[in-house]
């Protein structure tokens, strides 16, 4: 099961799978879970089409934004979904998303190429985006320009300590780093692609307890922008 295409359009190609977990490369425009609408909402759902696939129920450990491509993970049972959701509140799983930003007044010259940066903030989700609060929740975010290529992209390295919701988005945005097609963050570059240039490229479950039981590898690893 290398892909699948519903109405004319792609939505996932498939990474790994075993009898407790399945990981795919989700497509970007393409919802993770169902949202609130319900019967009413009409975008693609990515669990839905892979239990319609998979003929069998999924169950959803974390998600990705509408618009954000990479890899996600989806537990096959519910002893397996308990699993990985211990292993994201206790922070053992690693993931690690590419980005490019083209900021106008080009600050990504106020960063060091190579640079491991930790950045903090509150952040609360509104109607549409996150903001910052004194009444929010506490986001940390681990960050590092990679390189700035011939075109003037700034090619980004970032991992989630914290799970927020708009995470990377926001903190890019606040640093004048806005990502290229995120118009709702800023953004006045298009993206080649649909969605926004933000993928997650790479889950690494070296620290995650009874890793081995689950018959997971230490790293999965896509190619990155």
């Not at 980004?156 to 118009?183: K, M």
Request: with cysteine; proline share 4%.
């Amino acid at each position: 099961m290398e892909k699948v295409e519903l109405e004319g359009r792609m939505s996932y190609k498939s990474v790994f799978q075993n009898e407790h977990f399945i990981i795919v490369d989700k497509f970007p425009n393409v919802l993770s879970v169902p949202s609130r609408l319900g019967k009413a909402e009409t975008r693609l759902c990515l669990g839905h089409i892979l239990q319609t696939d998979l003929g069998k129920t999924i169950y959803p450990v974390h998600r990705l934004d509408f618009e954000v491509q990479g890899l996600i993970l989806y537990a096959l049972s519910p002893q397996a979904q308990k699993a990985g959701n211990a292993w994201f509140e206790q922070k053992t799983i690693k993931k690690t998303y590419s980005a490019l930003t083209k900021s106008p007044e080009k600050s990504a010259g106020d960063f060091l190429i190579g640079e491991e940066m930790k950045w903090t903030c509150r952040l609360l989700r509104g109607k549409k985006r996150a903001y910052e609060s004194p009444h929010g929740k506490e986001s940390e975010t681990r960050a590092k320009l990679v390189f700035i290529d011939e075109s003037g992209l700034s090619h980004w390295e970032l991992s989630p300590i914290t799970g927020r919701s708009h995470q990377l988005r926001y903190e890019l945005y606040r640093h004048n780093e806005p990502i290229v097609g995120d118009v709702l963050y800023g953004s006045t570059v298009p993206f080649h692609s649909e969605g926004i240039a933000l993928k997650a490229f790479k889950i690494d479950f070296t620290l995650c307890l009874n890793r081995e039981l689950f018959l997971l590898p230490e790293i999965i690893l896509q190619k990155s922008f």
